[in-house]
């Protein structure tokens, strides 16, 4: 019996939990810092990591912001994370503003967070759920899976 119950809460802690998101600290685009814990979502938090220089971000990102506006009433906050360097950092904000960008957008300019979060390319997006766990994570994009990523969304919600 014993054996059973050690078992069983090997494969339960498995099943149920993924790596977490520690609360961090990043400038946003007005270079005031942000904490995650100010712009996580109620039910789901989709991070996007990307940077200016990143071809297939500038094609994910329109993306995902049709599915801010369609997810946002539902508790999913969507952050933009950009991991542009120093000396890209005066073209984010006008490039989030080109591309129509209204939700966070934050400024990992030394990668710290990227690295923290075991991200390893652009783009990446992760799903964290209200505990702080990292439900799904996507690396790279090419057009047509921001479907699968959507379904990914409403599943998530319907669990």
């Known amino acids: 019996m014993k054996l059973l119950l ?10 149920f939990s993924g790596p977490k998101v520690h609360n961090f600290k990043l400038k946003n685009l007005e270079n005031r810092t942000t904490s995650y814990e100010d712009v996580k979502g109620e039910e789901l938090t989709v991070i996007d990591f990307w940077a200016t220089w990143c071809k297939p971000c500038i094609k994910s990102i329109p993306k995902f912001v049709d599915m801010y506006d369609e997810f946002e009433s539902q508790g999913v906050q969507f952050v933009g994370i950009s991991v542009d360097g120093p000396r890209n950092l005066s073209k984010v904000k006008p490039f989030a503003k080109s591309l129509g960008i209204d939700y966070p957008v934050l400024l990992d300019t030394d990668n710290n967070v990227m690295a923290r979060l075991r991200v390893q390319a652009v783009p ?28 990914e969304i409403k599943k998530l919600l319907n669990e």
């Open 6 to 15: 050690s078992l069983l809460l090997i494969v339960s802690s498995a099943v």
């Open 124 to 151: 990446t997006l992760l799903i964290v759920n209200s505990e702080d766990e990292v439900v799904y994570f996507h690396e790279g994009y090419t057009p047509g899976e921001e479907k699968m990523i959507e379904a």
